[in-house]
């Protein structure tokens, strides 16, 4: 360890007065550092090495006359400890603003290799003795007069490092002089050119943000966010680009929302994690309303109390699209101004550069700290931004200077962006951001609410229609958004068609059953595009393939994924908190069993395998309905069921006690061809009984039997439902759904078969006369040959 210090911190350095080094190195393998109280002595820590390949860069500090030397990991957090310890260890004790702003130029000088740092005692430094790296940078800080203004050197200065260490003091000082002066040159005429420019936008800028600011704060405080809807003014920063209209304004320039329970948990979940997590991240799919969520706790937080500071853009892609420093500011503006604090106005000059941001961001650290301002930055549509743009200045501040400098340890970055396949935030993975879900459309009572907004247009909806709206689209609000739009445009249409002595009583159902068919053509054609593109772009190998598709059946059946490997479609598909696979949009399902849920394709056989076998553990009732819907399955491949039950006949004795008699039914092999295969919603009016049928009710109300089968020659109905507990109750016999298939098929027949493991009870008098068939003889059955493995 003793060489490694030697080798860093080489005794020919002379030392000065107040003046640090700053070293940046690329190694190989971890060490554990743990800080020895004393900085006497040579070996300022010892080390413990435990192997790591990965490389990593890292920051070492040393304090003159070689007493101590720190190391800053880029990995952890806590800030706090260590900022108070290393104030303690740099003698004189500098002010915690230049500490700051040290530990951040480090980070430019690295070219955004990120420096945060790690819980202190235990800094872990990836580093061992014996694969250091050539030093790459070495730099150095003068005081505090200096401190600026060395900064302003180009890179290519920093190349310029080894003859210094001969300088005399005095000479040293000199030397930068020169180089601050040769630094002013080169960037002059820079600043020529926009001179002008600047100040004049400088001017008009602020006072037309100024007077929308002003405008806003009046209406904002107006604000309620107790009733069930919520009233909202127009964002300053928004309003000035007036960019595409995310956000339905009224006329006097008010957002109504439904004041949504999820807006609520997002809110307690932002303020939770204030000053406890640097970020935190909302997760979700476009169109779930998460913009407008967010934009209700904007406006919250601002109300709330007077010492934050929102700083909040709506939508990354205005960002990019104009002059992305001044956007920046603007918003800084919009979110200071709100508050009544003129900070940035009347400190900002004039930032075109990256470091002309964190010299001003670094000096707005300083106030905030100072003032205990309480400051949320909130980006919303993240994932507007391209990659590249996101790794160059200022987009990138979002993912390292905000969440890495220690100036900006106790704020809360807030980053929103809609799930695809191809944005990912890194920076939430890496340091474990906490994760807001957002998947959910509007509850019933919030739908209840938005309708009563939109009342004008949608007319009356009878529960029926609420009940079909809300299986379509899940109440989700982009979906409805299409629904209402739709029914205005129909509306419109029809009100030009018709003259209007005719009675329009007709019209408002008929023109509701064209809305929605109208939705699910446009819903499931945007569906299948995006499944076509995600199949071509994205599904390029046969395991792939297989991973969607194994996604898919979790999906169907409604298991939660544990360890499987699978392949998703974030456009159409998530994973929720309890690791279900779940449809964004109802539709989706459908379809996508539709394309990819053959039967026999090795996916869904595996997948019944692996429940069958108890490979995936689940409740009794899953394992029911999954087998249930693999009887089924393989009936419809087959299209025909040949087995032998037992029946169950009962003779009372003469003390009137019944004993049971179970009994295969050796003569008859009962037999049911299926020609068609119908799902059944309520209604069996619409079923052609002159063919065999299989008949699957759709419902919940039908729970009375997992299927039907219908012969039109013998007239004759058979039930079938099947279970895996031991009791279950028989209710078929009195059933309301008996006497609507009587009144529907006029049966002359009707028998009730259960398929149920050996153990089932079926001594009870409701058992007699129905028939039963157990798993293991089904299994005898070429056809469910996968039933071998089922074990319970």
């Keep these: 360890m003793l060489f490694l210090y030697y080798l860093l911190f080489k005794p020919q350095i002379r030392s000065i007065e107040n003046f640090y080094y700053l070293f940046h190195i690329t190694t ?58 290393l104030e303690g260890m740099i003698k004189p004790p500098t002010s915690s603003g230049i500490l700051a702003s040290f530990l951040h130029h480090c980070h430019i000088l690295q070219h955004h290799s990120p420096i945060v740092i790690s819980k202190f005692p235990h800094l872990k430094a990836h580093q061992s003795p014996t694969t250091l790296y050539p030093l790459q940078y070495h730099t150095y800080i003068v005081n505090h007069k200096v401190f600026h203004e060395k900064f302003k050197l180009n890179n290519n200065h920093h190349h310029h490092h080894h003859h210094h260490h001969h300088h005399h003091h005095h000479h040293h000082h000199h030397h930068h002089h020169h180089h601050h002066h040769h630094h002013h040159h080169h960037h002059h005429h820079h600043h020529h050119h926009h001179h002008h420019h600047h100040h004049h936008t400088k001017r008009t800028l602020w006072k037309r943000l100024g007077s929308k600011i002003e405008k806003v704060m009046e209406s904002m405080k107006k604000s309620k966010f107790d009733g069930p809807i919520v009233s909202l003014p127009r964002d300053p920063l928004s309003a000035l680009i007036s960019s595409r209209k995310r956000f339905e304004f009224t006329d006097d320039n008010t957002l109504k929302l439904v004041n949504r329970d999820i807006t609520n948990k997002l809110h307690t979940f932002i303020k939770s994690n204030y000053r406890k997590s640097r970020g935190v991240y909302i997760q979700g799919p476009q169109g779930v309303g998460k913009s407008h969520s967010i934009y209700q706790i904007v406006v919250k937080l601002r109300v709330e109390a007077p010492n934050n500071r929102v700083i909040y853009i709506q939508d990354c892609a205005n960002w990019a699209a104009g002059d992305p420093y001044l956007f920046f500011v603007q918003a800084l503006e919009t979110g200071f101004g709100l508050a ?24 707005l650290s300083d106030y905030c700290n100072d003032q205990d301002l309480c400051v949320y930055f909130i980006f919303d549509q993240h994932n507007s931004l391209t990659n590249s743009q996101r790794t160059s200045c200022p987009f990138s501040i979002v993912e390292s200077y905000l969440v890495n400098n220690i100036g900006w340890c106790n704020n809360l970055v807030v980053v929103s962006g809609s799930t695809n396949n191809n944005y990912y935030l890194k920076v939430a993975k890496d340091n474990e951001w906490p994760v807001f879900y957002f998947f959910d459309g509007f509850c019933d009572n919030e739908f209840k609410e938005w309708v009563e907004i939109h009342k004008q247009d949608l007319g009356n909806l009878t529960s029926s229609d609420i009940q079909t709206i809300k299986d379509l689209t899940n109440f989700i609000p982009i979906e409805l958004k299409y629904i209402l739009d739709e029914q205005k445009k129909q509306q419109n ?51 792939l393939h297989k991973e969607y598709r194994r996604a898919i059946v979790f999906m169907q059946h409604n298991v939660s994924v544990t360890d499987e490997s699978i392949f998703l479609n974030k456009q159409l598909l998530y994973k929720s908190q309890e690791d279900l696979i779940l449809p964004l949009f109802p539709l989706v399902r459908d379809i996508l069993i539709m394309r990819y849920m053959t039967p026999t394709h090795l996916v869904v056989q595996e997948f019944y395998q692996s429940v069958f076998s108890k490979k995936i553990s689940l409740t009794k009732d899953a394992v029911g309905r999954i087998l249930e819907k693999y009887l089924i399955d393989t009936l419809l491949e087959h299209n025909l069921l040949q087995v032998q039950p037992a029946l169950v006949t009962g003779t009372d004795d003469r003390k009137g006690v019944t004993c049971y008699k179970y009994a295969l039914c050796s003569q008859v092999v009962f037999a049911w061809d299926i020609v068609q295969y119908i799902v059944a919603q309520n209604d069996l009016s619409q079923i052609d009984w002159s063919k065999p049928s299989l008949i699957i009710p759709r419902a919940s109300n039908y729970k009375m039997a997992d299927w039907f089968f219908w012969n039109p020659s013998s007239k004759t109905l058979s039930a079938f439902q099947v279970t895996i507990g031991s009791k279950h109750a028989s ?19 009707d028998i009730f078969v259960w398929i149920v493991k050996n153990d089932f009870d079926y001594k009870l008098k409701h058992f007699i006369n129905q028939y039963f068939i157990t798993i293991p003889e089904l299994a005898n059955n070429r056809m469910f040959d996968l039933l071998k493995q089922f074990t319970v």
């Design 340 to 363: 009544g604090d003129s900070f940035i106005r009347d400190t900002y000059n004039s930032i075109i550069n990256e470091e002309q941001l964190y010299l001003f961001m670094d000096k």
């Design 28 to 85: 190989k393998s971890t060490t554990d550092l743990d800080f020895q109280e004393s900085f006497g002595g040579a070996a300022p820590f010892e080390s413990k090495i435990s192997e790591d390949d990965k490389k990593a860069s890292r920051v070492v500090l040393e304090k003159d006359n070689n007493k101590a030397a720190f190391i800053i990991d880029a990995e952890a957090d806590g800030e706090d400890n260590l900022k108070s310890y």
């Design 731 to 749: 209710k078929w016999a009195e059933s309301g759904l008996r006497t609507q298939f009587q009144n529907s098929c006029h049966f002359t027949k």
């Design 493 to 543: 249409q029809q009100s030009q068609s018709q003259s209007q002595s005719q009675v329009q009583e007709q019209t408002q159902g008929s023109t509701f059953n064209n809305v929605l068919t109208s939705y699910k053509s446009w819903r499931k054609s945007l569906i299948t595009q995006q499944d076509n593109y995600f199949s071509n772009e994205f599904l390029t190998t046969d395991i």
